[in-house]
């Protein structure tokens, strides 16, 4: 992945207890990610600006399009706690590549971080890959292109 910065030991760059909890919590909701049609789990962390953690899991439904991911679970719950910015983020897959987000996932963490927000790729293993938003989702599509500056 273009941009992206591979770990070294483990959990590499995320030694601090903070990120560490982001990981645990990804862990939690991981566990209990709902995907009986894909198998796929996934968990992730966001942190807002206030140092809050927000966890969410993804959610499948046999009608594809509405499943929701674990990101725009993790965003829902920090929107409805009252925060409004995110500073980093956590993504934790069980496959064997370092998994980002997809690109509605990517388009929703625009609406909340800023592209220089790091975004943690992890794996059973810990720590796999960081990159930023901005190298995820370069020229992405905001408040701005509508005449509307960022909230």
Do not use: W
């Amino acid at each position: 992945m273009a941009g992206a910065r591979p770990s070294v030991g483990g959990l590499g760059a995320m030694s601090g207890p903070p990120v560490r909890e982001m990981l645990e919590l990804a862990r939690q909701a991981l566990a209990n990610a709902y995907a009986p049609y894909s198998r796929f789990r996934v968990g992730a962390c966001v942190r807002a600006d206030s140092d809050r953690l927000y966890a969410g899991c993804n959610v499948e439904n046999a009608a594809y399009p509405i499943t929701q991911c674990a990101e725009a679970t993790a965003i829902g719950a920090l929107v409805a706690a009252g925060d409004r910015r995110i500073v980093e983020v956590l993504i934790l897959t069980e496959g064997k590549e370092p998994c980002a987000p997809c690109g509605r996932c990517r388009q929703q963490l625009a609406e909340f971080a800023r592209p220089d927000t790091r975004i943690h790729l992890c794996g059973p293993e810990g720590l796999r890959a960081t990159t930023t938003l901005g190298e995820l989702l370069p020229l992405a599509f905001g408040p701005d292109a509508l005449g509307h500056p960022k909230p």
